[in-house]
């Protein structure tokens, strides 16, 4: 064997060696990995299952529960009137029919005087509980709540539906919808909400009782493209006005996400 050929049988046992070591090394922090990605993954899947689990709770709890024992004193505990913003059309007319059915007297709250006196005189004739109306428009800004608050007084308002909202005429980037259309929805969506808790929420803590339901959006849920300050309005303030709710009173808020 010649000295040239005896360095390359040299040479290739060192290379195959140092591949095989290297194979090694790789195999054995493949399966370190493994093992840590494993372990991220059942701390995601347990996380996802509590998660699912928690909100499985909460549907039974909040919609099967009341279907089957739903009676008129569970809704009354929260106190005998209701007052719904938004009450004369759309989603609000609806909580405004299904809480009367429930035996709660209704107040509706909304711009035309016509169309409260249509729902409230409807309400009052089909399910025989009292209602009144609060002519109020929201996009007038802090000018309109000391009325309200009149209006509420020694009232026993149990649950505020803070459902009146505005939307844009169609979903368009920022700069396309006019100002004066974003700061109504401001106005409408977000101010008004959080006045109308400054009105009823000191009664209910006095109380001791109450429940307020925000109306919220699906778009508060994830970015969606074109809806800006409607999405914003949503999420901002339902979420973060849920939060400071259960943490500054023991009223039940709750979130109401529509399609
Ligand atoms: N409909 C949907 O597909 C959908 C989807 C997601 C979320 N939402 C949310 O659900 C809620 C209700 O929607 P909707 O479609 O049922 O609405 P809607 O049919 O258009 O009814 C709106 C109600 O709000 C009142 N309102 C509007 N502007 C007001 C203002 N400036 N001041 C006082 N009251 C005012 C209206 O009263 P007047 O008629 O007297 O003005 C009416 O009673 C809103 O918060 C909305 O963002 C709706």
């Known amino acids: ?44 899947t347990v996380r996802k299952g509590l998660h699912l689990l928690s909100g499985c709770c909460s549907l039974i709890k909040h919609q099967v529960f009341p279907l089957l024992f739903s009676n008129t004193n569970t809704i009354l505990k929260y106190g005998e009137w209701a007052v719904v913003t938004g009450g004369s059309d759309g989603i609000g007319k609806a909580y405004a029919e299904e809480l009367a059915r429930l035996g709660v007297n209704i107040i509706l709250l909304g711009r035309s005087i016509q169309k409260l006196q249509n729902v409230s005189e409807a309400i009052a004739a089909t399910y025989g509980v009292k209602t009144r109306i609060i002519v109020a428009d929201f996009n007038k800004g802090p000018e309109v709540f000391p009325s309200i608050k009149e209006a509420l007084v020694d009232v026993d308002v149990g649950i505020l539906v803070n459902n009146a909202g505005m939307f844009f005429d169609y979903p368009a980037c920022l700069t396309e919808v006019p100002e004066e259309k974003s700061l109504e929805i401001i106005n409408v969506n977000i101010a008004a909400a959080v006045m109308m808790v400054y009105v009823v929420l000191p009664g209910m803590l006095q109380r001791k009782r109450g429940a307020i339901i925000n109306v919220s959006s699906i778009t508060s849920w994830k970015p969606v493209p074109l809806m800006t300050v409607y999405a914003a309005s ?9 939060q400071k709710l259960i943490f500054s009173s023991n009223v039940s808020p709750r979130l109401l996400c529509c399609l």
């Open 1 to 44: 064997m010649s000295a040239y050929n005896f360095n390359i049988a040299k040479l290739g046992n060192i290379v195959q060696g140092t591949i095989v070591s290297l194979a090694k090394e790789v195999v054995q922090s493949y399966d370190n990995n493994l093992d840590i990605l494993a372990i991220v993954g059942a701390c995601y």
């Open 234 to 242: 949503k999420v901002n303030l339902m979420l973060h006005l849920k």
